[in-house]
Structures are given as C-alpha cells and as structure tokens.
C-alpha cells in the first residue's frame, strides 16, 4: 500500500488522548533513583513492567506511592538507597532492570544488577550500558548472572 485516500469533505474536529509509553516510563522511573527529591510520574501506561520497576525501586528503599491500581501516576521518593542491587528475583520479567546501573552508581559509587530478563524476542545487549559507564570511569564485571559495577577505586 503506498497512499491512503481519504474522501469525505467534513473537517474533522476532536481530540485523542495519547497514552504513555513503557519504554519511556521506565527510563524516568529509573533516574528517579538520581534525586532525593520527590519525583512525579504521569501518564504512565497501564503495564506489568510499570508495576515491576516500582517493586525494584521499593526494594532499593525508594517510596513508591500510587492513588489507584493499576496507577497511571507514580511518586517516587528516594532519601536514602539501602540496596544498590537489582535482584534475579525481582528483574526477572523485565529487561529493564539496567537502566537502574546507571542511577546506582551515581548514587551509592557502586551497584550489582543481574543481568536483563524478559521476553525472548531476540538478542537486546545492554553493552551500550557499560560501555558509557566504563567512559565515566565504572569498573564493570559480570558475575554469577550479575553485572557488577564500581566508581574506580570504590571497594
């Protein structure tokens, strides 16, 4: 099909709302792990992964707060971080669970991320990742399913 030809010869009038995206959310999500300041999500599509990034960032000690189930809104409240790790348990689903590598580091010079899960839709390297993480001075090392990432000379 090269064209559509529309006939008609009414204006059309209206409005659509556009939904969010996963795999925008999900990037914002993680860099709310960058600020101890509350970030507010909105317009945040309706998603299993949605709910499994809030799970992860809970984990870490982040406060994730939702007024509905399934939320379309996400507050994220991170003071403090007392785990820089994204467990197997938790990442399992989702392939999502690197774009928290970044933020971690940041945030506590070090971080254990096991490697992406999620659906078998062909091979998705994460090696963009550490590559712009080793530029910054990251010592990365994979480990039991793990990356393993440090600020040079953090033990």
């Given at each position: ?6 006939k ?24 709310a ?20 990034m ?13 007024a509905?189930?399934?939320a ?19 990442v ?17 010079g ?18 963009l ?5 080793e ?13 393993e ?7």
């Amino acid at each position: 099909m090269d064209k559509f030809l529309i006939k008609g010869g009414k204006a059309l009038r209206g409005s659509v709302a556009v939904s969010g995206a996963k795999n925008s959310a999900l990037p914002v999500m993680a860099a709310a792990l960058l600020t101890s300041d509350k970030v507010v999500v909105r317009n945040v599509p309706r998603v299993r992964d949605l709910v499994t990034m809030s799970k992860l960032l809970a984990f870490m000690d982040a406060k994730v707060t939702v007024a509905a189930v399934p939320a379309s809104v996400y507050e994220i409240e991170a003071p403090r971080l007392n785990h820089a790790e994204a467990p197997y348990e938790l990442v399992k689903t989702m392939r999502a669970s690197i774009l928290t590598l970044g933020p971690l580091m940041a945030r506590a010079g070090v971080a254990r991320v096991s490697l992406p899960g999620g659906c078998a839709i062909g091979a998705r390297p994460v090696d963009l990742h550490l590559k712009a993480l080793e530029q910054m001075g990251a010592e990365i090392a994979t480990s039991h399913g793990y990356i393993e990432a440090k600020v040079h000379g953090n033990s």
